[in-house]
C-alpha cells in the first residue's frame, strides 16, 4: 500500500498497514474464511494453482484483478474453464452461466473487504455473486490491498465508486458513467443491482481469499 506518494513517516505508514493486514486476516479466519497473504501478485498464479486439483472445472466473476495477476490466462491454459463460446445465443449464455454453480471452484475478487472481516459485492446479473454464494465447492477470492477498507460505511462507499467506475469502462448508459457519481438510477445498464455481503462462511474454508500487497483492479 505505501508507495512513492506517502509522502511522510513512510516507515510508520507500512508498519501501520502490516497491523491492518494482521487484523483483517484474523478477523477472516475467525469468520471461517481461509484467508492467505501474499507480496506481489507473481505469488498469485503459484498459489492459486496449489488450491485447485488437477482435471477440475473452474468459473470465474468478471475481474480485473485476475487478468492483472495472470490468474484468468492460466485457467484456460489448465484447467476446463466454464464460459461461454465466442457467438453464443442469448439462450447458450444463460446455460453455460447455470453451469457455474456445478463447478469444482470459482474465483472472482472482492468490491472490499473490512478490516472487521467483511466481504463485499455488487452485480448487476447476479452471475458473478450468486455461484459465489452457493454452488461450487471451493471459492477463491483474490484482492489487493487496495480492497481493504476500515467499516461497513467505507465499504459501501467503495462499492458505489467501483459501480460508477464499471459503467464508465464498459460503456453502459447510466447517470454515473457520465459524472461519477452513484444516482441510485433505474435504467436497464445499472450495474448495482445485487448487494452481497459475506458475514461467516457456514462451510469452514469453502471461500478462500488471497490479499495481495499491491493495487490491484478497480
Do not use: W
Not at 67 to 89: F, K, N, Q
Not at 130 to 135: D, K, N, T, V
Amino acid at each position: 500500500m505505501c508507495t512513492v506518494r506517502c509522502i511522510i513517516k513512510k516507515k510508520e505508514i507500512c508498519m501501520m498497514d502490516k497491523q491492518i493486514i494482521e487484523k483483517t486476516m484474523t478477523n477472516l479466519r475467525e469468520r471461517q474464511f481461509d484467508p492467505y497473504f501474499v507480496e506481489s501478485k507473481d505469488e498469485v498464479v503459484p498459489l492459486v494453482k496449489s488450491m485447485i486439483k488437477e482435471g477440475s472445472t473452474v468459473a470465474s466473476g468478471g475481474s480485473e484483478t485476475l487478468r492483472e495477476t495472470g490468474v484468468s490466462e492460466m485457467l484456460r491454459e489448465s484447467y476446463d474453464v466454464i464460459e461461454p463460446e465466442a457467438g453464443s445465443t442469448p439462450e447458450q449464455v444463460k446455460e453455460t452461466m447455470r453451469k457455474r454453480f456445478s463447478a469444482d471452484a470459482f474465483l472472482l475478487s472482492a468490491n472490499a473487504i473490512t478490516y472487521d472481516g467483511r466481504i463485499f459485492q455488487e452485480d448487476g446479473a447476479s452471475t458473478r455473486v450468486a455461484p459465489m454464494i452457493y454452488g461450487p465447492d471451493s471459492v477463491i477470492i483474490v484482492a489487493g490491498v487496495n480492497k481493504l477498507v476500515e467499516n461497513e460505511a467505507k465499504a459501501r462507499q467503495r462499492v458505489k465508486m467501483v459501480a460508477c467506475e464499471n459503467c464508465r469502462r464498459r460503456g453502459f448508459a447510466t447517470p454515473c458513467a457520465e459524472d461519477g457519481v452513484c444516482h441510485d438510477c433505474r435504467v436497464p445498464g445499472r450495474s448495482c443491482c445485487t448487494s452481497v455481503t459475506l458475514n461467516f462462511s457456514r462451510i469452514p474454508n469453502r471461500i478462500k481469499v488471497i490479499l495481495v500487497n499491491e493495487d490491484l483492479g478497480i
